[in-house]
């Protein structure tokens, strides 16, 4: 291997599906695949509304991304400033509200009401935030939804397990000037 063959950057992780079925040339959105396959590469992640989602927030003072998995640290990042307007985006798919997304919201306003007990919040945000607090049978719910429906219906049940843990990642990716979107914006410190 020659000096700049060594240099040459990996080539970015194509990673999407299409109502459940594999892509030609892309590796499914599936954790113990990503493990796999993702360390140490740029992922280019096709997707119909969370990507588009954060492709619109660009505008934003800060954008960040967020689910169970890294809710708390991404609550307490957004309260290290006080006095700002939070406007929290549910990804949804193929257009349509998902009420997956609406449940990881009521997660994130559930700490972020116990961190900040003057939080005011809009009823929309009540909404997700009831929801929350009144179903915490997560994979349960994670299972009712379409989309968990259709990962059942295509073997992904594992996914929905993983994808139901709460706060186990104190990573908090966040968009950088160039748009990507990396875990260097914060890594909670206790
Ligand atoms: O973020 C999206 O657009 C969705 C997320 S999920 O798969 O519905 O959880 O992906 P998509 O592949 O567009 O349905």
């Known amino acids: 291997m020659t000096a700049n063959e060594k240099e040459k950057p990996k080539r970015p992780l194509l990673v999407g599906e299409k109502k459940g079925l594999p892509l030609e040339g892309f590796q499914p959105p599936s954790p113990p695949v990503l493990k796999k396959e993702a360390r140490g590469k740029h992922i280019i992640l096709s ?6 989602a954060l492709r619109r927030a660009e505008a934003a003072e800060r954008t960040y991304a967020s689910s169970l998995l890294n809710n708390y640290c991404t609550a307490k990042e957004l309260l290290k400033k006080q006095n700002q307007d939070i406007t929290i985006i ?22 972020l009401t116990r ?16 929801l929350f607090e009144g179903n915490q049978d997560t994979v349960g719910i994670l299972q009712d939804t379409a989309v968990g429906k259709m990962l059942k219906r295509f073997g992904y ?7 139901a843990n ?6 908090l990716p966040i968009m950088q ?14």
């Open 47 to 52: 997707t119909t509304n969370g990507t588009v």
């Open 90 to 111: 549910c990804a949804g798919s193929g257009g349509q509200f998902c009420l997956e997304d609406y449940y990881g919201a009521g997660h994130l306003i559930s700490h």
């Open 115 to 130: 961190l900040d007990e003057s939080i005011e919040l809009s009823d929309a945000a009540i909404g997700a935030w009831k």
């Open 157 to 163: 049940e594992k996914d929905i397990i993983y994808a």
């Open 166 to 171: 709460k706060d186990i990642y104190p990573v």
């Open 177 to 190: 000037p160039n748009g990507w979107m990396t875990n260097k914006g914060s890594v909670l410190n206790g």
